[in-house]
């Protein structure tokens, strides 16, 4: 069982930049993919980010360029840092975890989740 707590959201204007966190309960270095999804109102749950098992990585074309997803192994630590934010952006953000070295872009194959941390965008 991993349990996952997300921190780090806010608001911001326009070109702004957060940093998320995502604390987990085990060490997820060796055994688990990561990920972090966002949700708007209204709208369906989107694959932001991923980081496998080997440190790879991987990015919607929303975000590529924008935002960086690293782990902390000593720490058993995810982060999002997003830079140059758009209102778009707002979102419901949550971090996921899976056992495997893989990245699957849709939430159904994620096994793990936080509650979520809210990013709110002004312009």
């Known amino acids: 069982q991993v349990q996952l707590v997300e921190s780090g959201g806010g608001s911001v204007q326009a070109g702004g930049s957060l940093r998320l966190s995502c604390a987990a309960s085990?060490?997820?270095?060796?055994?688990?993919?990561m990920a972090w999804f966002r949700q708007a109102p209204g709208k369906q749950r989107e694959w932001v980010s991923c980081?496998?098992?080997?440190?790879?990585?991987n990015y919607a074309d929303s975000v590529k360029g924008r935002f960086t997803i690293s782990k902390d192994k000593a720490t058993n630590t995810l982060y999002l840092q997003m830079n140059t934010l758009k209102p778009e952006d707002t979102a419901m953000y949550y971090c996921?975890?899976?056992?495997?070295?893989?990245?699957?872009?849709?939430?159904?194959?994620?096994?793990?989740w936080g509650q979520g941390t809210q990013v709110t965008v002004s312009s």
């Open positions: 980081i496998r098992i080997d440190g790879s990585t």
């Open positions: 996921a975890a899976d056992g495997g070295d893989y990245c699957h872009t849709s939430p159904r194959w994620w096994t793990y």
């Open positions: 085990v060490s997820t270095g060796s055994r688990y993919s």
